[in-house]
Structures are given as structure tokens and as C-alpha cells.
């Protein structure tokens, strides 16, 4: 497991009571959130910011087409999770609500038409490699130009195909391909039942198997 | 198992969460059917592209912006914060109507005069007051002399107004 380097943040940590340590890491989910309910620990919160910043903002940005707009709706998430942590009941998952969270303010962003088609900033956020690196340098150790360059066209043509899904059909296949969430999970949080959710994945990747045959092509020979 | 039937375990069968009982159905249709053997090949070739998507790092500026929001993020106060229920307020609330109660039911202390009487009183109180004034006034010494001057009685009765001008 990576350690966690301290914060240093100007607001919410004090270096006196930074506590990293196993213990804290392998707290689960809700009891983290239990601590930042009942002491307003912010070193609970802060790992729960660590834990979850990824995910939260690459599911974000895929649905909202912007990565500019994603960080700030992710921003918006964990806003939302700490102001709502006094009245937090560990019903259901913390991933479960946290997406629910994220999921609605994703779809309320899109139905508002406040999203950009920037696919630029999203192809700067891939992090392929290096392209001012020496090609005898990524001959010896990484894959070459050519492979880069294809990889990265391969990236765009999935990202472009997933992106045109219907928003619902998208983060259905987002929570499920790339946050590995169980069905019950996405189903709570696109509120809908679990044989609803099987059907919308089901179209959903049959959809991306049309739009990608040329890939699916390549990758089964 | 027919190809319609499959369509609902194909995702569970994918991903790995199928049952055993449910792999093993889906298994035995695969071996019989070519076109959903084709199609679980293709299937098993998509899961594959699909890893192929980069992951999105966020910003390096990310943390900070969060915990920056959540800094900033003071205790709403509201004009009627004050109004929240609590021990004094309900002291306090009490104690008003106690004294309300104690007020409304407390008997009146002063008699009122009889309205003939009182009416006597108020003239008598008037012109003892005329007359004091008139007796202070330095000009008015003689009174006698001045209510019997024949010549001011000829004066009108209320003094001509001013013209606007010399106001």
C-alpha cells in the first residue's frame, strides 16, 4: 500500500496532528466518515479526498465531456460530502452515495448545457508519455512514437465511442467498466432496479461493440 | 438456454460476477451456438479496448482548490439562528407570559372620578391657572384698568392677519 505523504494544506491541516498511518488507512470508507461526522476530523477527510479524487474526477470529466468542468464538479462532490457530514447514516456504501452525488450533478450539468466539447483538454490529461523524449530513449525502455501515436488514436476512438452514448448508458458503463461498482450499487445510484440496469449495460455494450469493431477486430486476431 | 435468455447473464458472465450455475449455462449454450460464440469473442476483445483508456490524473492544483472550499466554509448564520430551541429561550419565553398573565389579571388602582365632578375640577384648575398667569405678567400689573378701558374695546376681536411678506 503507497503511503500517504503529509498535507499541506493551509486550512485544513494542522503538522501537529498529521497521523498518517496504517491504522488510519485501512479504516473503511464509513467509519472515515463517521470521524469527519462526529469530530469534523479532518484527516479523515483528507483521505477520503485522496481515496476518491481520481475516480471521481475521471468519471466526471467522461461524463461531462471537460476536464476543467469535471474538477470542478468533483470539487463540488467533496464540498457536498462535508457539508452533509452531520447528518450522514452509513445506510448504504460511501462509494454509493458519493456517486449518486456525482452521478446527478453530472446529468443536472449536462441537461444545463453547461459542459464544453473540449476534447483537447481531455487528450492533454492523457499521460501516454513524454513526446519531447528522444526516440533512442523510448526505443530502449517504452513503445515508440509510431506506438504512441496509435495508442493514442486507439484512446480517442474509446473515448469518442463512449462519450456518444446516451448520459444514462454512460455512467452505467463508467461505474461498471472503470469503477467496478456492483449492479445494486449503480442501480441505487442511477435509481433504477437491477434487471433495469443489466438491460442499459447490456445496450450499452452492444453499442460500443458496433462503434469499436475495428479495435475489437484487431485485438482478437 | 436460448440466445434471447443469454442476453440477460452476458454482462454478469463478463465481468465476472456471474454464478457458477450461470457460467456453466452460458458455457454450454456457447458450445452449441456459433453466433454467440462469435459474438462472446468479440465481447471478451471489447473488455480488452476498453482498458486501453488512460486514466485522468487530476490537477495538481485539485487538492488545495477542496480543501480551500472546505475551508471556506463557515457556519451559515441566519437572522433567525437565535430562534433555535433552547433551555434560556424557553426561560425567557415563559417568564414574558408569566408577567403578561400577572399584568392583565392585576385590579385596577385608581377609582375614576364621577364625570360631573371631574368636569368641575378641570374648570376650577383652569381658571385658578388664567388667573396666575395673568397676575405673573409684568405688563398686565393693573388688570382692573385694562379690562374697563373702554378704548379696547373698540379694537376687532382677533388681531388682522400678517401679510405674507413680512413673515
Known sequence: MRALEPVNGPQLSDPTRVRYNVEAMVRSDVQLMLDVKATGDEVSFELLLRKYRCPLVNFLARMVRDRGMAEELAQEVFLRVYRARKGYAPSAKFTTWMFRIASNLALNAIRDGRYRQLEISMDQSVEIGDDRAPSWEVADRRPGAEQELIARDRAAIIQRAIEQLPDKQRAAVLLHKYQELDYDEIARILECSEAALKSLLFRAYETLRVQLAPLVGQQKS | ?167
Open chain 2, 1 to 167: 438456454m436460448n440466445c434471447e435468455k443469454l442476453e440477460t447473464k452476458w454482462i454478469a458472465y463478463f465481468d465476472g460476477k456471474a454464478s457458477a450455475s450461470e457460467r456453466r449455462d452460458v458455457e454450454a449454450h456457447l458450445d452449441t451456438c456459433g453466433a454467440c460464440a462469435q459474438r462472446a469473442a468479440e465481447y471478451r476483445a471489447l473488455w480488452g479496448v476498453l482498458d486501453e483508456l488512460p486514466a485522468i490524473a487530476p490537477s495538481a492544483s485539485f487538492d488545495a482548490a477542496v480543501r480551500r472550499r472546505v475551508a471556506s466554509e463557515v457556519p451559515t448564520r441566519t437572522s433567525w439562528k437565535w430562534f433555535v430551541p433552547s433551555p434560556r429561550l424557553a426561560f425567557a419565553v415563559s417568564c414574558l407570559l408569566v408577567l403578561s398573565v400577572w399584568f392583565a389579571s392585576r385590579p385596577a388602582q385608581v377609582e375614576p372620578l364621577p364625570v360631573a365632578s371631574a368636569t368641575a375640577v378641570t374648570a376650577q384648575a383652569s381658571s385658578e391657572a388664567d388667573f396666575r398667569m395673568i397676575n405673573d405678567l409684568p405688563e398686565l400689573e393693573n388688570y382692573d384698568v385694562l379690562t374697563n378701558f373702554d378704548a379696547l374695546s373698540d379694537l376687532p376681536a382677533t388681531p388682522a392677519a400678517q401679510p405674507a411678506s413680512h413673515m
